[in-house]
């Protein structure tokens, strides 16, 4: 059975690098048809996708982070993480690292969603 | 890139039926027959509901559906239930794997 688990610092100072993990159980990362993702959702708001990562370290962010997001794995240890640089109060959120599927190119839906981990941005 | 347009918020009685509109652009719903849709109750990680537009994944009541017309998808609850009560979000592939959400809406059970 597919599950996903973030961890990572609760607490980062603005201007600083925030950094997650996601540890992934039931399927090896390295040769999983999927895509690995990071979707955000601030504190009473909607969600964003962040981006995604193939095992292969082919990845896709949204444009309106992509300069300051780094998605990447370690096959290793079953884990892909995600950076943020330059990080400000609008980067406060829940952290989601996902699944993303479909039955067939393109990946196209997310499942198996982690429970989700708060970061928040402040000194 | 601004998110899907979604109402608010929509409410209904038990028993009826209620839909969630889901408006994109000609780059992202009306291009892909690639939306899926989300349910998220507070505090907890959201869940599909529907993908590929109008398919239920295994485990999903057949009284969530979904349905497309241009630029705008749709999820439709019937039978609404106390338990339907939650946030729902929309998302929609845009090509070369990036995607985008929907704002959300928060259906109300009367």
Sequence with gaps: QLQLHESGPGLVKPSETLSLTCTVSGAPISSSPYFWAWIRQPPGKGLEWIGNLYYNAESYYNPSLKSRVTISVDASKNQFSLKVNSVSAADTAVYYCAILMGPGAPWRFFDHWGQGTLVTVSS | ?110
Excluded: H
Excluded at chain 2, 2 to 25: D, H, K, M, Y
Excluded at chain 2, 33 to 53: E, G, R, T
Excluded at chain 2, 70 to 82: D, M, P, R, V
């Design chain 2, 1 to 110: 890139q601004s998110a899907l347009t979604q109402p608010a918020s929509v409410s209904g009685s038990p028993g009826q039926s209620i839909t969630i509109s889901c408006t994109g652009t000609s780059g992202d719903v009306g291009a892909f027959y690639y939306v899926s849709w989300y349910q998220q109750y507070p505090d907890k990680a959201p869940k599909l509901m529907i993908f590929d537009v109008t398919k239920r994944p295994s485990g999903v009541s057949n009284r969530f559906s979904g349905s497309k017309s241009g630029n705008t998808a749709s999820l439709t609850i019937s039978g609404l239930q106390a338990e339907d009560e939650a946030d729902y979000y929309c998302t929609s592939y845009t090509g070369s794997s990036t995607f985008i959400f929907g704002t959300g809406t928060t259906v109300t059970v009367l």
